[in-house]
Structures are given as structure tokens and as C-alpha cells.
């Protein structure tokens, strides 16, 4: 069973920062894709950014230039910095993980159970 633990979310004023951290563990053979959703009240969710395994990256036009997401390969980690944080980006932030089992040798989607991010004075 592949599991994704998530840390980092709390409270900020605005135009402050945050690190989001998502650790991947279990019997995984290899992963692709990892991402950042995000859920606000009322709202649909939303990709927020994404990872491949070579290094590239989306982002939502939202959070261009605010966040960067980023993967440490040998800790199965994704990381979403979040910088100049604005009310709006207020949300619950889900951990996505896509790849493949090593025991079975198919493909997996994992999801985090979902880190708060509050942004307010």
C-alpha cells in the first residue's frame, strides 16, 4: 500500500511563506508524477503544480511566479514553497502521487490527506 504523509500547512499573513512537504512510502517501484491540489471552500479542486520524473514543471496561472515545486528523488518528497501568500490562496492542499508498484508493476495514484493553509491578518 502506498501511503503519502503531508506537513508544512498553518497560518500566514499575507505575503508571506510556507513549504508544503509530501512523503512517499511503500512498494513503489518507480514514480512519475507528483502534484499539488489544492481545495477551497465552495470550490472545485484545483491543480495547483506538478512534477515529472525528468524536472518539469506546471503550475496553475494562479500561483506562476509565487510557488515552485520541487522533488527529492531519493526521499520519494515533493515539496510546494509557497511565497506572497494572498487570502486567496486559503485552501486545503492534497498531495497526488502517480507511478508504478514494485510488486505488481502497475500503475498507482496516491493521494495525501490534506495539509490546511490559512492565509490572514
Known amino acids: 500500500q502506498v501511503r503519502l504523509v503531508e506537513s508544512g500547512g498553518g497560518l500566514v499573513q499575507p505575503g508571506g511563506s510556507l513549504r508544503l512537504s509530501c512523503t512517499t512510502s511503500?512498494?513503489?517501484?518507480?514514480?512519475?508524477?507528483m502534484a499539488w491540489y489544492r481545495q477551497a471552500p465552495g470550490k472545485q479542486r484545483e491543480l495547483v503544480a506538478s512534477?515529472?520524473?525528468?524536472?518539469?514543471?506546471k503550475y496553475a496561472d494562479s500561483v506562476k511566479g509565487r510557488f515552485t515545486i520541487s522533488r527529492e528523488n531519493a526521499k520519494n518528497t515533493v515539496y510546494l514553497q509557497m511565497n506572497s501568500l494572498k487570502p486567496e490562496d486559503t485552501a486545503v492542499y492534497y498531495c497526488?502521487?502517480?507511478?508504478?508498484?514494485?510488486?505488481?508493476?502497475?500503475?498507482?495514484?496516491?493521494w495525501g490527506q490534506g495539509t490546511q493553509v490559512t492565509v490572514a491578518s
Open positions: 512534477i515529472i520524473s525528468g524536472g518539469s514543471t
Open positions: 511503500g512498494s513503489i517501484f518507480s514514480i512519475n508524477t
Open positions: 497526488n502521487v502517480e507511478g508504478l508498484s514494485r510488486l505488481s508493476a502497475l500503475p498507482f495514484a496516491s
